[in-house]
Protein backbone atom coordinates (compact mmCIF):
# COMPACT_ATOMS: atom_id res chain seq x y z
CA UNK A 1 0.00 0.00 0.00
CA UNK A 2 1.36 3.42 -0.67
CA UNK A 3 1.21 6.00 1.81
CA UNK A 4 1.69 10.23 1.20
CA UNK A 5 4.49 11.58 2.65
CA UNK A 6 5.69 14.88 2.84
CA UNK A 7 9.52 16.38 2.25
CA UNK A 8 10.44 19.91 1.78
CA UNK A 9 12.80 20.88 -1.31
CA UNK A 10 14.65 24.49 -1.91
CA UNK A 11 12.99 26.01 -4.84
CA UNK A 12 15.74 25.74 -7.20
CA UNK A 13 16.10 22.03 -6.90
CA UNK A 14 12.54 21.74 -7.12
CA UNK A 15 12.39 23.80 -10.65
CA UNK A 16 15.24 21.82 -11.69
CA UNK A 17 13.68 18.37 -10.85
CA UNK A 18 10.54 18.88 -12.33
CA UNK A 19 11.89 20.37 -15.59
CA UNK A 20 13.88 16.85 -15.86
CA UNK A 21 10.89 14.70 -15.17
CA UNK A 22 8.55 16.96 -17.95
CA UNK A 23 11.73 17.01 -20.69
CA UNK A 24 11.95 13.00 -19.87
CA UNK A 25 8.09 12.28 -20.04
CA UNK A 26 8.01 10.68 -16.69
CA UNK A 27 5.19 10.50 -14.54
CA UNK A 28 5.95 12.49 -11.26
CA UNK A 29 5.34 10.28 -8.53
CA UNK A 30 7.00 7.38 -10.31
CA UNK A 31 9.84 8.82 -10.49
CA UNK A 32 9.91 10.63 -7.33
CA UNK A 33 9.25 6.76 -5.42
CA UNK A 34 12.10 5.04 -7.63
CA UNK A 35 14.66 8.02 -6.84
CA UNK A 36 13.65 7.93 -3.36
CA UNK A 37 14.32 4.05 -2.99
CA UNK A 38 18.06 4.15 -4.77
CA UNK A 39 18.78 6.59 -3.14
CA UNK A 40 17.69 5.39 0.02
CA UNK A 41 19.85 2.07 -0.79
CA UNK A 42 22.78 3.57 -1.67
CA UNK A 43 23.16 5.55 1.78
CA UNK A 44 22.08 2.60 3.74
CA UNK A 45 24.81 0.70 2.13
CA UNK A 46 27.46 3.28 2.62
CA UNK A 47 26.50 3.72 5.93
CA UNK A 48 26.34 -0.12 6.85
CA UNK A 49 29.89 -0.06 5.47
CA UNK A 50 31.26 2.78 7.67
CA UNK A 51 29.45 0.79 10.44
CA UNK A 52 31.78 -2.34 9.06
CA UNK A 53 34.99 -0.44 8.62
CA UNK A 54 34.36 1.17 12.45
CA UNK A 55 34.42 -2.48 13.18
CA UNK A 56 30.76 -2.07 14.65
CA UNK A 57 29.42 -4.47 12.18
CA UNK A 58 30.46 -7.98 11.07
CA UNK A 59 30.45 -8.69 6.86
CA UNK A 60 27.65 -11.05 7.68
CA UNK A 61 25.89 -8.68 9.69
CA UNK A 62 26.07 -5.91 6.29
CA UNK A 63 25.34 -8.58 3.88
CA UNK A 64 22.21 -9.57 5.98
CA UNK A 65 21.10 -6.11 6.28
CA UNK A 66 21.52 -5.46 2.55
CA UNK A 67 20.84 -8.48 0.94
CA UNK A 68 23.58 -9.39 -0.52
CA UNK A 69 25.87 -12.78 -0.86
CA UNK A 70 29.67 -12.68 1.11
CA UNK A 71 31.02 -12.45 -2.25
CA UNK A 72 28.92 -9.41 -3.40
CA UNK A 73 30.33 -7.81 -0.43
CA UNK A 74 33.57 -8.37 -1.39
CA UNK A 75 33.04 -7.05 -5.03
CA UNK A 76 31.38 -4.42 -3.13
CA UNK A 77 34.35 -3.69 -0.53
CA UNK A 78 36.49 -3.62 -4.20
CA UNK A 79 34.31 -1.05 -5.34
CA UNK A 80 34.48 1.30 -2.72
CA UNK A 81 38.51 0.58 -1.85
CA UNK A 82 37.38 -0.50 1.60
CA UNK A 83 40.05 -3.10 3.04
CA UNK A 84 38.54 -6.21 4.52
CA UNK A 85 38.02 -6.10 8.25
CA UNK A 86 39.58 -9.28 9.27
CA UNK A 87 42.39 -9.49 11.42
CA UNK A 88 44.73 -12.47 11.64
CA UNK A 89 43.54 -13.70 14.96
CA UNK A 90 40.08 -13.70 13.23
CA UNK A 91 41.47 -15.91 10.41
CA UNK A 92 43.28 -18.34 12.96
CA UNK A 93 40.32 -18.61 15.19
CA UNK A 94 38.16 -19.56 12.06
CA UNK A 95 39.94 -22.88 11.39
CA UNK A 96 40.23 -23.50 15.29
CA UNK A 97 44.06 -22.73 15.66
CA UNK A 98 43.73 -20.82 18.51
Known amino acids: MLKPTTVRVNEEFLKELYDFIKDMNLDKSSYLREILKKGFEEDKRDRLLAKYQAGELSASEVCRK ?21 SIEDWLDSEGLI
Open 66 to 86: IGITLWEFFDLLKEKNINLNV
